[in-house]
């Protein structure tokens, strides 16, 4: 043990004279050049003051003498020279498939929505540099969350830099949330509650039902703070997205960011959602006599969220259910098929959903967000959605587990009413 503390000690001695000496040296070379600096500049003025110089060539020479020494060294402006071949060449001549496959919609919906985003996203040429159009910044933030790429990759395939690439996503999605999430994303009105409700009963046989709610876990690299907080059931970081959708599969409310640990209950009550339809703004505004209950619009909710008046969930099967209350939840099943079916189509369109993104968190949720109102773009517009996009292999999602935390237990008396509802009808 004492040879052990007497070699450390001569290392860290040598380690200890070899930077002294370091020093050392380096302090005597910067004394040395200062010395042949101030001789060097008092040899130039002596020059300067013989006689052997007419006094107006010797004013010159001094004059040149102080603009030498004041002048700085002028800035240079230098940009990396990049091929722009692919995007200046190659998707021009695009066919309406490859449009679609590359960017998970037509040219026609992307000029479209070049032309909202534009008073957002549009850049001035300066004096040193171009900027880069409108519709290629959109392209590559396309590009990224259709296929979750690297910056470096995309900033290859672009002809841009990585910090280019990096901008154009942030100032995307930011255009997007303020620009198209109001639009797109957005609770009905009376008549359209009407009309949803109306469609489900035609497909589903649910009367009063205006949608269906469900959640997905966002895959995200660990966060500098409060990490653990964001490790959901499988051991992994996410965030949450908690969206509900019409029979159509779109999108018309949508909450993200809410941290990968917390309950799917949880999640709901901290949405805009839960304190909306609380106040009985959405879901009271139409009553309906379904087997002597007053039942409101409500929608469909799966275990893991609380049994409320506007928020219907399946019987608990136990192995013991009675013939009317299967009938319910396989009645029940075939309906949430709309948010399921929603959810797999908005994953398999955009891939950075179903990847570990390594942005930061409000600008991982800004993403989602952006992605829900590309989903509604693109569903509305009738893009194509091609099967094989659903072969990714998505993040497995956590186990639904039963509400806790005290979940409220109401509603019972609609749930009640839609069993008897739906046995009469199979009668």
Request: positive net charge; contains cysteine; glycine residues 6%.
């Amino acid at each position: 043990m004492e040879d052990i503390h007497n070699l450390v000690f001569f290392l860290f001695a040598m380690w200890l004279y070899i930077t002294r000496r370091r020093q050392a040296l380096f302090e005597r070379r910067l004394q040395a050049a200062r010395r042949n600096t101030v001789e060097k500049m008092r040899r130039v003025w002596e020059l300067m003051e013989e006689d052997t110089f007419p006094r107006r060539r010797r004013r010159r020479r001094q004059r040149m003498l102080h603009v030498l020494l004041k002048r700085r060294r002028r800035p240079s402006i230098w940009a990396v020279s990049r091929s722009n071949e692919w995007w200046d060449e190659v998707v021009p001549g695009f066919t309406r498939t490859e449009w679609v496959h590359h960017f998970r919609m037509s040219e026609e919906t992307f000029l479209d929505m070049c032309g909202k985003l534009r008073p957002a996203m549009e850049k001035r040429d300066t004096n040193f540099r171009v900027c880069v159009p409108v519709k290629k910044r959109v392209a590559i933030a396309l590009w990224k969350l259709a296929t979750n790429s690297e910056y470096r990759s995309i900033s290859h395939l672009f002809g841009v830099s990585k910090t280019t690439v990096c901008r154009c996503v942030r100032e995307f999605c930011l255009a997007v949330c303020t620009l198209l999430v109001p639009q797109e994303i957005r609770f009905p009105d009376v008549d359209k509650l009407q009309e949803m409700a109306a469609g489900i009963e035609q497909s589903w046989g649910l009367p009063q039902c205006i949608g269906a709610i469900d959640g997905a876990h966002i895959p995200i690299i660990a966060p500098h703070e409060k990490h653990r907080d964001y490790i959901n059931g499988r051991g992994w970081h996410s965030i949450i997205l908690q969206g509900v959708v019409d029979r159509q599969g779109w999108f018309w409310s949508a909450c993200a960011g809410m941290a990968g640990s917390l309950h799917d209950a949880q999640a709901l009550r901290m949405s805009s959602l839960w304190q909306t339809a609380e106040e009985g703004r959405v879901f009271s505004t139409r009553t309906r006599n379904i087997a002597g209950v007053n039942a409101g619009y409500y929608i469909l909710g799966d275990a893991g969220y609380p049994s409320k008046t506007w928020l219907l969930k399946p019987f608990p099967d136990d192995g013991q259910l009675t013939a009317e209350q299967q009938t319910y939840n396989e009645t029940f099943r075939k309906a949430r098929m709309m948010v399921t079916g929603a959810f797999s189509r908005l994953r398999g369109r955009w891939r950075c959903l179903t990847k570990r993104n390594d942005s930061d968190i409000e600008v991982v949720k800004s993403m989602v967000l952006t992605c829900c109102a590309l989903h509604n773009l693109c569903e509305r517009r009738g893009e194509e959605y091609r099967q094989e996009w659903d072969a990714v292999v998505a993040a497995p999602t956590p186990a639904v587990t039963p509400g806790q935390d005290g979940d409220e237990e109401e509603g019972e008396d609609v749930r009640g009413a839609l069993m008897i509802f739906f046995n009469n009808l199979s009668l």
